[in-house]
């Protein structure tokens, strides 16, 4: 079985990605990880380096080996990967299930602004200017997000109940 989490950063991808994994009893794999571990260099380092559209043929190119790759798999996304290159298209292809955590932009904005640093498309914003970059974007990439199978209310959730509302949609 092939799962796959997309949402927009601080989404909880990754840490709810990784309990689902456990209780499932299946790989987990964080897409950012993996590409960190495949090019040996954090993501803030490649888009410092190399710049956006390098790091997004790189994400493009390591979305469908880790599909390929992998007959069972829970796989976290990163932010924009559903939105560049088909990436959601090869997602809907090659996943069982596809779920988007969805989660209001006050609360992204608010979570974000904690943990700016780690992220190269958020760390120059101002605080003050968070709350409507993050509504400009959250616009720009629902549609892709929205694609997913299911779409999930992950707002004032602990990462526990959002993993056993997943569960229950996919078993
Ligand atoms: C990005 C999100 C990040 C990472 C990169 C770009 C984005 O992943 O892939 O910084 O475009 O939204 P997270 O969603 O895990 O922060």
């Not at 090019?39 to 979305?63: D, N």
């Not at 779920?99 to 932009?105: A, C, F, K, M």
């Amino acid at each position: 079985m092939k799962v796959v989490l997309v949402g927009y950063m601080a989404s909880g991808k990754s840490s709810i990605g990784r309990l689902l994994a456990r209780d499932l009893n299946l790989k987990f794999i964080d897409l950012d990880e993996y590409i960190e571990d495949q090019m040996k260099k954090s993501i803030a380092t490649i888009f410092l380096e190399k710049g956006e559209i390098y790091f997004r043929k790189v994400e493009h190119e390591m979305l469908s080996k880790v599909l390929d790759e992998n007959e069972s798999v829970v796989l976290s996304t990163g932010g924009g990967t559903p939105c560049y290159g088909g990436n959601m298209k090869t997602i809907l292809e090659n996943a069982d299930h596809s779920i988007y955590l969805q989660l209001p932009v006050s609360t992204l904005a608010d979570r974000i602004r904690k943990e700016k640093d780690d992220r190269p498309l958020v760390k120059n914003i101002k605080n003050d200017d968070l709350l409507e970059f993050v509504g400009k974007h959250l616009f720009e990439r629902r549609q892709f997000y929205s694609q997913a199978i299911y779409t999930v209310n992950a707002d004032k959730k602990s990462i526990e109940v959002l993993v056993d509302e997943i569960k229950d949609l996919l078993l």
